[in-house]
């Protein structure tokens, strides 16, 4: 059966909005009518490459069309917001990149103002749509883990810092345009997904340290203006006592960490460790059998290849465009991407707080302390 059509239009093509056309463009039913960038000459080169008819460089221009289903925002955080609520106020649902905004106040606005307008918010958090995620999502669902008590998320670059390390741009290392380092560019997406798997995003207090002592090259140092984080650390504790813990490093001297981990009553598992040059270790499960202590190791390919076969719309799984797309078109319910980003911005909001004042910090604070960072469009 043919699918339903959904016309896009994206804001934004660099290298991130490059990447999500080059996804659209394997996506049945995925059709990009318009493209916006304030850098013309590209915005023309590239819908010349993907065979997009209408380019603009107001975004406003873009917004106004009344043959647009959705609209893709690919831009840095901090444009995050004000583009996003803009869209929806316009009518149209919103695809956005992680994180969902610089700070936690302006992820409620967004979240708020989708609401108000009745339309669909996604935010970016591909880790979701993983294998392992699956698999450790079934494990949980089936009760193989017992009662969950504690999680680990973790990330690792030994150095792949944006810029100063030899790619990227200065925009990663500002807050002015970023809002945070590791935290926020990498940080993300472990701790959406743990937050995912765990199914809590009731913080209930934040403990947090953030670090910048690895030497760089001082002319790159210079350019950038860096003034973000490159190693984040944090404990978090969730109404009801379940706990996680946070480590995640732009740069570090170390040859590896562990990839992030849940842990339950009955049993626990392991997740690779993404970000490394090579992936420390596969997806694992840990229990006790008769008696005796089990390590298990799961055949995903299989997993996945079965799961296609017998189970109607898993396509819409395979990635975070492809759900966001198969949501459009009424093929499954979106899943809860914006309320996990918001869950996930407080508790990296909480780490800076705390590292700041000191302390251990609590929801009702970091809420409170918290300002609006996005730049007036």
Request: charged share 25%; proline share 2%; glycine share 10%.
């Amino acid at each position: 059966m043919e699918r339903k059509k959904i016309r896009i239009g994206v804001i934004g093509v660099g290298i991130i909005g490059k990447a999500h056309l080059d996804n659209y463009a394997g996506i049945e039913g995925a059709e990009v009518v318009a493209i916006c960038d304030i850098n013309e000459r590209e915005a023309l080169q590239v819908a010349e490459k993907y065979g997009i008819a209408h380019v603009y460089t107001d975004y406003k221009q873009l917004l106004a069309r009344d043959d647009i289903d959705a609209v893709d925002v690919c831009l840095h955080n901090n444009f995050h917001a004000p583009l996003t609520i803009a869209a929806l106020q316009a009518g149209k649902h919103v695809y956005c990149e992680k994180p969902i905004a610089g700070s936690y106040y302006d992820g409620q606005k967004m979240l708020e103002a989708a609401r108000e307008c009745g339309k669909m918010l996604h935010i970016q958090l591909g880790l979701l749509y993983k294998k392992e995620t699956k698999a450790a999502k079934a494990l949980i669902d089936a009760g193989q883990l017992g009662k969950l008590f504690h999680a680990r998320s973790s990330g690792f670059r030994r150095r792949g810092r944006p810029y100063v390390d030899g790619f990227g741009t200065s925009n990663f290392t500002r807050k002015q345009s970023a809002g945070g380092g590791a935290l926020l560019d990498m940080g993300v997406y472990h701790i959406a997904q743990m937050l995912y798997l765990l199914g809590v995003t009731s913080v209930q207090r934040v403990t947090g340290k953030l670090i910048q002592e690895m030497e760089m090259d001082p002319q790159r140092q210079a350019d950038s203006g860096f003034d973000v984080e490159e190693l984040a650390l944090g404990f978090v504790t969730f109404e009801g006592g379940l706990t996680l813990d946070i480590f995640e490093a732009w740069a570090v001297h170390l040859g590896g960490v562990e990839g992030s981990s849940i842990i339950g009553s009955k049993g626990g598992i392991r997740l690779p460790s993404y970000h490394s040059a090579e992936q420390t270790a596969d997806f694992s499960f840990h229990t006790t059998v008769a008696d005796m202590d089990l390590d298990s190791r799961i055949d995903l390919n299989r997993m996945d290849i079965r799961w296609h076969r017998m189970r109607e719309n898993e396509d819409a799984y395979d990635s975070s465009q492809q759900h966001w797309i198969a949501a459009l078109q009424g093929r499954v319910e979106l899943l809860p991407t914006a309320d996990i980003a918001l869950a996930t911005m407080l508790i990296s909001e909480g780490l800076y707080l705390s590292d700041t004042l000191g302390r251990e910090t609590t929801a009702a604070e970091i809420i409170a302390n918290s300002q609006s960072l996005a730049i007036r469009m």
